[in-house]
């Protein structure tokens, strides 16, 4: 009986996909704050946020609650980091009413600049978003360049593009340009933003590019960088996928999404390419316990990203229960 019964349970997890669409945000709800009106959410096992568009909004995330403030008017995302995934929630900082124009229903188009200098370095900092949204799709062009003064010969390049991205999202689908900071799985790419092409759907999850740092020597060529090809096709709650790093080889991942009860959510990682590595990711939220474990075996010979993917066991954990009633 109680073979039975495990049998019965593991094919009930098994059966709870999390949808790609929720997991990616193109289907989830709009957020509307006013400047410097504050909204707090809980968000099972998220580990971190931050804003698309920092001038628009302020976000802070601790212990699965997420905060957002609003700065300034205008629209943009924020994307949140859980232990199943990344998640992009639009939100729209309103302007007062007065300063409220008439716009067509079902369309929005919207553009911000902004200028600021540093004393420190001597730099000029340039900043602009253009987004077009309709009913059918959503359009963001991001530009961030830097200007710096004259300084000793070698130190730091004239001009960088710190970031640039151009962005199409519709209900099913989502193309980026440039860069993009993408959370596919523990072992293969974890909040590494990538410069290139990324097409992500409800099933495909492609990307191409090297990785991008804070500086630039030049356009598009980071000082340090690595190219990384990859490919990842969802079944279910399965994604199979192969990641190429030129110099250093491939590797077949195989991830595994669940929520096998309310308040639980995991992902679980095996990895081959030259070595064998896996991870394991759990996310608990039952009433007045919160609970997130993160375990990652990688061997030195597993192909990675090597800036950022530390080689070895690595754990972390956290607990925190509430005493309100």
Do not use: C
């Amino acid at each position: 009986m109680s073979r039975t019964r495990a049998i019965l349970v593991a094919l009930l997890v098994l059966g709870l996909p999390i949808s790609a669409t929720e997991r990616l945000g193109l289907r989830s709800q709009v957020l509307q704050v006013t400047p410097r009106q504050s909204l707090t959410m809980q968000v099972l096992g998220a580990t971190a946020a931050w804003a698309i568009d920092p001038n628009i909004v302020q976000v802070a995330t601790w212990n699965g609650v997420v905060t957002v403030t609003g700065r300034a008017a205008g629209t943009t995302r924020i994307v949140i980091l859980t232990a199943a995934g990344e998640q992009t929630l639009e939100v729209v900082v309103a302007a007062p009413a007065s300063a409220v124009q008439a716009t067509t229903p079902g369309r929005r188009n919207d553009a911000q600049a902004e200028v600021r200098y540093s004393s420190g370095d001597r730099s000029i900092q340039n900043t602009v978003t253009v987004r077009k949204e309709s009913a059918a799709r959503t359009t963001e062009l991001h530009v961030r360049n830097v200007n710096y003064g004259s300084g000793a010969p070698g130190e730091r390049a004239s001009v960088t593009v710190p970031a640039v991205s151009y962005t199409i999202v519709t209900p099913k689908r989502e193309l980026t340009l440039f860069d993009r900071t993408v959370d596919h799985s523990p072992l293969t790419l974890s909040g590494t933003t990538l410069r290139g092409v990324h097409y992500l759907d409800d099933h495909w999850r492609l990307h191409a590019g090297v990785t991008a740092y804070a500086a630039y020597q030049s356009f598009l060529l980071p000082t340090e960088r690595e190219t990384v090809l990859g490919a990842g096709y969802r079944i279910g709650s399965f994604t199979p996928s192969v990641f190429v790093y030129p110099g250093q080889g491939a590797m077949l991942s195989l991830l595994y999404d669940y929520a096998p009860a309310e308040g639980i959510v995991g992902r679980a990682e095996v990895g081959v390419g030259h070595g064998v590595g896996g991870a394991v990711q759990l996310a608990v939220d039952r009433g007045r316990d919160r609970a997130r474990l993160d375990v990652r075996y990688r061997p030195e010979s597993l192909p990675s990203v090597k800036a950022t993917q530390m080689s070895g066991l690595l754990a972390d954990g956290s607990w925190s229960r509430s005493t309100a009633r």
